[in-house]
């Protein structure tokens, strides 16, 4: 039998279930008390230190093997692009579970959910052939040792990586006035430049000009990637001959040539302006508390941010420390991933569910690193609260609950509820737990309920 419902619950066990939900992917049975000790420095303490080991993230192929097949078959037409596609289909399985694994037997959860952000921010996508096979390794190699240091280093790392240069197509982008344009004309192509400017930094069409893309377009000729007959295949190049020379003048200011370096000076004039650390908080802010996140929590990880330097560690203690992080109100929907996720921590499920977690999130409309081109998947509650959608939730819920209702062995669902979600359970549903007879029909209650369902 359940115990009664609690008559008062501390303030700490409160926040602690908040930073679980609402942070990470929520708690694991019983781990709300050890949270409870510190909530906030729980948060931050997982974005701290170095990412934990990973012999099976470590294990797979880095991105120079992948990016000189990858580029091989591209310059080989459609035909060879289809076949490379289908070879490297396995591989991309293997990889999808083998980072679920990792993410479900993870200790830091709160780091494992910026990673899903920082990923979808950048637009890396296997739905485009161009990135397919370089989708996670872009993760491993950039995301994962970036994401808590400087904004600047991460975009560097980023826009240099050949899943970024190569779904952009900016190896073959060259200048007017290079040696490869002159007596050809111009081949720009500003896909990367305008996915830079208007996504990735400062957004906000007032903060730049149409000029600002095309100067940036020119200062990224020469960016490319190795080919597979060249020295280092498949890793970062500049190349001399397709890059424009003479002056730029970007953002209001005059840059003079310096092949490589115009770039990495732009992008780093781009991570210091304030619509960049703006676009940034907002964009986080959304992903993490609400559709519309209250301006003293925006301004506040602004503060962390410009504070550390553009730092990314810093927008998190700014999102951290403002009061409005921590309302009880469960403002915010979560994504399929982000409810697979929550269900396998909460019935303390291992890295042996990784094929189950992956079938389940692309079932519900979500499967890992396909998200559409460029844009990323929604970060709006109205992409994942459509009436088919919930219905799909309901069915996949309770089929959950029926399989994992083994896990609570002998615990009633409503003491469960309280070990997972402490006081965000209403005594509404707990009343509603507490007199559903079947079991498993009580854990498909609670995690079809809005104080799971929401963070």
Not at 392 to 400: G, S
Not at 402 to 418: K, R
């Amino acid at each position: 039998m359940a115990q009664p419902y609690p008559t008062e619950f501390s303030p700490e066990i409160g926040f602690a279930a908040i930073a679980a939900s609402r942070f990470g992917y929520g708690a694991r049975p019983g781990q709300l008390s050890a949270i409870s000790a510190d909530p906030a420095g729980w948060v931050m303490s997982q974005i701290s230190g170095p990412p934990e080991p990973s012999p099976g993230l470590d294990a797979l192929p880095g991105s120079p093997a992948k990016a000189a097949a990858l580029i091989d078959s591209l310059a080989s037409g459609p035909g060879a692009v289809r076949a490379h596609r289908r070879a490297v289909q396995a591989a991309f399985e293997r990889e999808a579970q083998t980072h679920l694994a990792h993410t479900l037997a993870s200790k830091t959860p709160v780091r494992e959910r910026l990673v899903r952000f920082w990923c979808n921010f950048f637009g890396i996508t296997a739905t485009d052939p161009r990135s397919m096979s370089l989708a996670y390794a872009f993760e491993r190699e950039v995301i994962r040792p970036h994401m808590t240091g400087s904004y600047t280093k991460l975009l560097t790392q980023a826009v240099r990586h050949p899943a970024m240069l190569l779904a952009f197509e900016n190896s073959g982008s060259f200048g007017q006035y290079s040696p490869a344009g002159l007596g050809s004309g111009s081949g720009l192509n500003a896909a990367l430049a305008h996915h830079i400017i208007t996504r990735l930094t400062v957004a906000d069409e007032t903060a730049h000009t149409d000029r600002d893309i095309v100067e940036l377009t020119k200062m990224l000729t020469g960016w490319s990637v190795a080919g597979p007959a060249e020295p280092n295949a498949g890793t970062f190049v500049f190349r001399e001959e397709l890059h424009q020379p003479q002056g730029k003048f970007f953002l209001n200011r005059a840059y003079p040539s310096a092949g490589a370096l115009e770039a990495e000076a732009a992008l780093d004039a781009l991570t210091r302006r304030e619509p960049t650390a703006r676009n940034l908080a907002t964009r986080l802010a959304r992903y993490i508390l609400s559709d519309a996140p209250a301006e003293d929590v925006v301004d506040s990880m602004i503060d962390g941010y410009a504070g550390g330097g553009n730092s990314l560690r810093g927008l998190v203690q700014g999102l951290v420390d403002a009061p409005g992080a921590w309302t009880p109100v469960q403002a915010k929907a979560k994504s399929p991933d982000d409810l697979v996720l929550s269900v396998a921590r909460a019935l303390d499920y291992g890295p042996d569910r990784a094929g189950v977690a992956l079938r389940s999130m692309r079932a519900l409309g979500q499967a890992p690193k396909q998200a559409p081109l460029v844009a990323g998947w929604p970060d709006l509650d109205a992409a994942w609260t459509a009436p088919q959608q919930v219905v799909e939730r309901a069915q996949w819920v309770a089929a959950a609950a029926a399989e994992g209702i083994q896990a609570l062995g002998t615990t009633p669902v409503p003491d469960f509820a309280l070990s997972i979600l402490g006081p965000l359970v209403t005594a509404q549903t707990y009343r509603r737990l507490s007199v559903t007879r079947d079991q498993a029909e009580a854990l498909g209650l609670l995690f079809a309920s809005p104080e799971f369902q929401r963070r």
